[in-house]
């Protein structure tokens, strides 16, 4: 049962583009929503993450936009660079069950 | 990666053999999580511990095994039973004041 879905599997962007990777969710126990990068050969590592009183975080390039009401949160990556490609994981935590629920990734290649 | 050691990084499994992954943790979090990672399917849970002496069983946890003897350390045992072992495996962990996950390397494990 797949309780995160996202799209698209894969994105190629030119240098200096957006990037926007989008998730949905089913469960409205969630309570907190996090991004994770993954490059080849490396464990995912914490990117930005939302809580869904919020309805956009922005840390440097990298903003989340939330809709509570849709249940759906995405990734934007402004001024996309050669060095962002990798592979972007959102997630789903539930408290209640003290664990995240992570959606099957986006392979993002950014062309110089 | 952020305190987290998973070893070895390459492992290779003859058929009927069981293997150990190994994960030991310094960063004093209280749970600790098995992930496999297959192309394309994102990561999948196959056990996980909230603390020692206690772990529950993921989405995919037949034909794994763990142990949760040491707060410091949670083991990976991998066994003939499981069928299409290849795969990379994630070994994470959560403190309890926080949602986020903090990932080791991974190992790599192939049958041959």
């Known amino acids: 049962q797949q309780q995160v879905k996202q799209s698209p599997q894969s994105l190629i962007v030119q240098k200096g583009g957006i990037s926007i990777i989008n998730c949905a969710y089913e469960?409205?126990?969630?309570?907190?929503f996090p991004w994770y990068q993954q490059f080849p050969g490396k464990g995912p590592a914490l990117l930005i993450a939302?809580?869904?009183?919020?309805s956009e975080k922005k840390e440097g390039r990298f903003t989340i936009s939330f809709n509570k009401s849709a249940k759906q949160f995405s990734l934007h990556i402004m001024d996309s660079q050669p060095g962002d490609s990798a592979t972007y994981f959102c997630?789903?935590?539930?408290?209640?069950?003290?664990?995240?629920?992570f959606g099957s990734g986006t392979q993002l290649t950014v062309l110089p | 990666d952020g305190g987290i050691t998973q070893s070895p990084k390459y492992l290779f499994r003859k058929e009927g053999q069981n293997v150990t992954l190994s994960c030991e943790q310094n960063?004093?979090?209280?749970?600790m999580y098995w992930y496999r990672q297959d192309p394309g399917q994102g990561l999948r849970l196959i056990y996980y511990?909230?603390?020692?002496?206690?772990?529950q069983k993921g989405d995919i946890a037949e034909g794994y095994s763990v142990s949760r003897e040491k707060k410091e350390s949670f083991p990976l045992t991998v066994t003939s039973a499981q069928k299409n072992p290849t795969a990379f495996y994630l070994c994470?962990?959560?403190?309890?004041?926080?949602?986020?996950?903090?990932f080791g390397s991974g190992t790599r494990l192939t049958v041959v």
């Open positions: 997630a789903a935590y539930s408290g209640s069950a003290r664990q995240l629920t």
């Open positions: 939302i809580r869904p009183d919020v």
């Open positions: 469960n409205t126990a969630f309570d907190y």
């Open positions: 511990s909230q603390i020692v002496n206690d772990f």
């Open positions: 994470a962990t959560r403190d309890r004041t926080n949602y986020g996950y903090t």
């Open positions: 960063l004093n979090h209280d749970a």
